[in-house]
């Protein structure tokens, strides 16, 4: 039995563990999280990054003609009440009110796949679309009763959200190079251990 990771959350059988970046991340002009998984838990490493964009006033000469960003910093997971389910959110700020719909309305005990799939598809569904830009909400789902039921929920636009299943890792957020490291690193007979050291060098390389 391995070593219990030194996490302020972290849960049994099957271990799911957050890779504790606060005080590392503060700085970082970013947004990236990361699932991994192999047979002894799961690995989810965040930023804590958020960026209120406020959009250019063009209604009279003499107003603002420049967007503006405002960097905040916030816990990005979620947790629901019976702890079945955990997310991590990137991406538009949708992706957390859908993070949100997701421990509040969708429990899995005793749900079919389809039905789980169907309740994670309402709860990124009918939300307003963003107005003149292209942004992706991003939302990884770990079930603590079953990881292998692990996915990411992606929306675009007004289309339906898309549901992309992972066994192994997966990220979301910002396009690094960084992404590469789990994909080098990872194996099947990882321990949490391990799995919490790629994480926190795979998120620290986002930077």
């Not at 990236?32 to 009279?60: H, K, T, W, Y």
């Not at 899995?108 to 799939?117: N, R």
């Not at 929306?155 to 959200?161: E, L």
Request: charged share 20%; with cysteine.
């Amino acid at each position: 039995m391995p070593t219990p990771v030194k996490s302020q959350h972290c849960y049994p059988q099957p271990r799911i563990c957050y890779a504790g970046l606060d005080d590392l991340l503060e700085d970082f002009g970013m947004t990236f999280q990361l699932a991994l998984i192999s047979q002894d838990g799961v690995v989810l490493g965040s930023d804590r990054l958020f960026i209120e964009r406020i959009p250019a006033d063009s209604q009279n000469s003499t107003s603002r003609r420049r967007t503006l960003f405002q960097r905040t910093y916030a816990k990005k997971t979620r947790i629901s009440k019976n702890r079945n389910v955990v997310c991590v959110f990137a991406g538009g700020g949708y992706s957390q009110t859908i993070a949100d719909n997701i421990v509040l309305d969708c429990d899995p005990t005793g749900l079919t796949d389809a039905e789980w799939d169907r309740c994670l598809r309402a709860a990124g569904s009918n939300l307003p679309e963003y107005r003149g830009e292209v942004i992706s909400d991003e939302v990884i789902v770990i079930r603590t009763d079953n990881v292998s039921s692990a996915l990411k929920l992606i929306r675009q636009g007004s289309d339906d959200p898309d549901l992309t299943p992972f066994t192994s890792h997966i990220s979301a957020g910002i396009d690094t190079d960084a992404r590469v490291m789990p994909k080098l690193f990872w194996r099947v007979g990882m321990t949490v251990n391990q799995l919490h050291t790629l994480a926190v060098v795979t998120v620290m390389l986002a930077y």
